[in-house]
């Protein structure tokens, strides 16, 4: 059975960075996509960053405007996100997501099976 664990968020300055850190387990092959999605009290969950496993393509959404970027490790299937230039709307629960059997680039929630209890990101003065 596939877990994912989310950690790395904080409290962190206007201009800051976090880096964010997804543990998955339970994968057997490398067809998978992993993703961060955020979530605001009383707002939709939106897309923020994927990564497939098996070719290491990404994608972002609109508003991350190259100041995050999405890594995964060689050893092991851990997901980063490194989130540097951060804003107070950027302040949010980030979740870690991942969906098997497959090998493109994924950007719908509802297109993820497993999800992480999730990271509180805060950027405040």
């Known amino acids: 059975q596939v877990q994912v664990v989310e950690s790395g968020g904080g409290l962190v300055q206007p201009g800051g960075s976090l880096r964010l850190s997804c543990a998955a387990s339970?994968?057997?092959?490398?067809?998978?996509?992993i993703a961060w999605f955020r979530q605001v009290p009383g707002k939709e969950r939106e897309f923020v960053s994927c990564?497939?496993?098996?070719?290491?393509?990404?994608h972002y959404a609109d508003f991350v405007e190259d100041r995050f970027a999405i890594s995964r490790d060689s050893a092991k299937t851990t997901v980063h996100l490194q989130m540097d230039s951060l804003k107070p709307a950027d302040t949010a629960v980030y979740y870690c997501?991942?969906?098997?059997?497959?090998?493109?680039?994924?950007?719908?929630?509802?297109?993820?099976?497993?999800w992480g209890q999730g990271t509180q990101v805060t950027v405040s003065s």
């Open positions: 997501a991942a969906v098997t059997g497959v090998r493109w680039i994924l950007t719908s929630q509802y297109e993820y099976d497993y």
């Open positions: 339970g994968f057997t092959t490398d067809s998978w996509t």
């Open positions: 990564i497939v496993g098996s070719s290491g393509s990404t």
